[in-house]
């Protein structure tokens, strides 16, 4: 992920969304650099932290420790309400990187061997049954390895106000990049700017 428009202002409230909120604290994640730039105002800010790997979890608890209003959620996002299977590359080791993904062959292409990728029986939802529709959001940030377009159909847009969507499409397949990009214009947003990895939506 590249960073975020918001990365350079001056913001003293923000209320972001993070679909794939991993460590919290790696060195492409946008949402951590720009609490990082705006400290100490984004000690306060609302933040909502979705990760479903339980280990980067307890990672993400400890990076965020003395956020006060940053609500973390162990669960993944898509297009349906259910029970999924999240594989997740050495899953029993800490140090690794925790690099998960809702699809396996996603972890296979970038050289992970089958014999250190786990299994995790992860809970997975619609990220408008997550989010409270009457909150505007300034940010909503989607890094969900290949997953992006998926967790995008499950966001209502037509109840949310959102100013900025930043998604992956890096690793999206069999045409959801340019379905995404449909989609996102469907819903009323302009293409802000794009890169090689991710595509940031305004309206």
């Not at 932290?49 to 965020?64: C, F, M, Q, S």
Request: glycine share 8%; with cysteine; aromatic share 8%.
């Amino acid at each position: 992920m590249g960073q975020s428009d918001f990365e350079n202002e001056n913001r003293v409230s923000m209320r972001i969304v993070q679909v794939g909120a991993n460590k919290g604290n790696t060195d492409n994640d946008p949402v951590w650099k720009l609490v990082q730039a705006n400290l100490p105002d984004s000690l306060n800010w609302s933040i909502v932290l979705i990760e479903p790997n339980p280990y980067a979890v307890k990672i993400l608890r400890e990076t965020y420790k003395g956020f006060s209003n940053a609500h973390i959620l162990e669960c993944a996002c898509g297009d349906e309400t259910g029970v999924s299977t999240l594989y997740v590359d050495h899953l029993d080791d800490e140090s690794s990187s925790q690099h998960s993904s809702l699809i396996y062959d996603h972890l296979i292409r970038h050289e992970h061997k089958p014999e250190v990728i786990g299994l995790v029986s992860v809970k997975i939802y619609k990220l408008g049954d997550l989010i409270d529709s009457s909150c505007q959001i300034d940010l909503l940030q989607i890094d969900a390895e290949g997953y992006d377009y998926k967790v995008l159909l499950g966001c209502d847009f037509g109840k949310f106000d959102i100013k900025q969507v930043q998604y992956e499409h890096m690793h999206l397949k069999g045409g959801e990049k340019e379905m995404a990009h449909h989609y996102m214009i469907g819903h009323g947003y302009k293409l802000i700017r794009a890169n090689i990895m991710d595509s940031i939506y305004g309206k």
